[in-house]
C-alpha cells in the first residue's frame, strides 16, 4: 500500500532563509514522487517529480527534492524563501507506473515572515 | 490558454437536492479526475476517467456519479446533497495516466450542504 506522511503541517520562515517541508513515504514498489504547491484559492500546480531518474530533483521556482530510499524521504527544500512561495504544498505518492492513483498528504502550510 | 475549467466556483446546497458540477478541458488529454479537499486530510480522488466511455471509482465514491461521453468534459453529479459532501472539488487532467504524469488542476467547487 502507498501512503504519505508530511511531518509538519505548518512551517514559518524569514524571508531569505532556507525552506524544509518534510515528507515520508510508504510504497509497495517504486514509488514516483511528487510535489504540488497550492496558493490561496487556487488549483494545485507541479512543483516537481521523481520517477525513478536522478534522486535529486530541480522544480520550478528554486525548489529541489532529494529522493532518499534508505531514508523512504523526499524531503522539499529552498535555500532563500521568498514572500511568494507562501502557500500549501502536498507531497504525493503513486505506487505504480502508470496507476491512476495518487495519494496525497495532509499538506504543510507554508508562513514567509518579512 | 484555458487548461483545465471548473463551473461554478460556489455552490449552496439543501440536503436531499442535487447537482453537477462541471469541467472542461481544452488539451487533449485522455486522463480526467475529480478529488475533494477536506481540511487536514490532503485530496482525496472520488472517481477517474481513462478515456471516452470509461469511467472507474477512485478512493471516495459513495454519493458521486460520474459519465465522460467526450474527451473534453468529465461532470460529477450529485444525486442527492449531503453534509458530509459539503467540500473543495478539484478537477484535474493529464495526458495518459496519472501515475508519473503531471496533473492539471482546474481552480475549484466550494461547495456547502446546509
Known amino acids: 500500500a502507498q501512503s504519505v506522511t508530511q511531518l509538519d503541517s505548518h512551517v514559518s520562515v524569514s524571508e531569505g532563509t532556507p525552506v524544509l517541508l518534510r515528507c515520508n513515504y510508504s510504497?509497495?514498489?517504486?514509488?514516483?514522487l511528487f510535489w504540488y504547491v497550492q496558493h490561496p484559492n487556487k488549483g494545485l500546480q507541479l512543483l516537481l517529480k521523481?520517477?525513478?531518474?536522478?534522486?535529486l530533483v530541480k522544480g520550478i521556482n528554486g525548489f529541489e527534492a532529494e529522493f532518499k530510499k534508505s531514508e523512504t524521504s523526499f524531503h522539499l527544500t529552498k535555500p532563500s524563501a521568498h514572500m511568494s512561495d507562501a502557500a500549501e504544498y502536498f507531497c504525493?505518492?503513486?505506487?505504480?507506473?502508470?496507476?491512476?492513483?495518487?495519494?496525497f498528504g495532509t499538506g504543510t502550510r507554508l508562513t514567509v515572515i518579512p | 490558454n484555458a487548461g483545465v475549467t471548473q463551473t461554478p466556483k460556489f455552490q449552496v446546497l439543501k440536503t436531499g437536492q442535487s447537482m453537477t458540477l462541471q469541467c472542461a478541458q481544452d488539451m487533449n488529454h485522455e486522463y480526467m479526475s475529480w478529488y475533494r479537499q477536506d481540511p487536514g486530510m490532503g485530496l482525496r480522488l472520488i472517481h477517474y476517467s481513462v478515456g471516452a466511455g470509461i469511467t472507474d471509482q477512485g478512493e471516495v465514491p459513495n454519493g458521486y456519479n460520474v459519465s465522460r461521453s467526450t474527451t473534453e468534459d468529465f461532470p460529477l453529479r450529485l444525486l442527492s446533497a449531503a453534509p458530509s459532501q459539503t467540500s473543495v472539488y478539484f478537477c484535474?487532467?493529464?495526458?495518459?495516466?496519472?501515475?508519473?504524469?503531471?496533473?492539471?488542476f482546474g481552480s475549484g467547487t466550494q461547495l456547502s450542504v446546509l
Open positions: 504525493v505518492v503513486s505506487g505504480l507506473i502508470g496507476a491512476n492513483n495518487l495519494f
Open positions: 521523481y520517477t525513478s531518474a536522478a534522486t
Open positions: 484535474a487532467s493529464s495526458q495518459y495516466r496519472a501515475g508519473n504524469e503531471k496533473l492539471f
Open positions: 510504497s509497495s514498489y517504486s514509488p514516483s
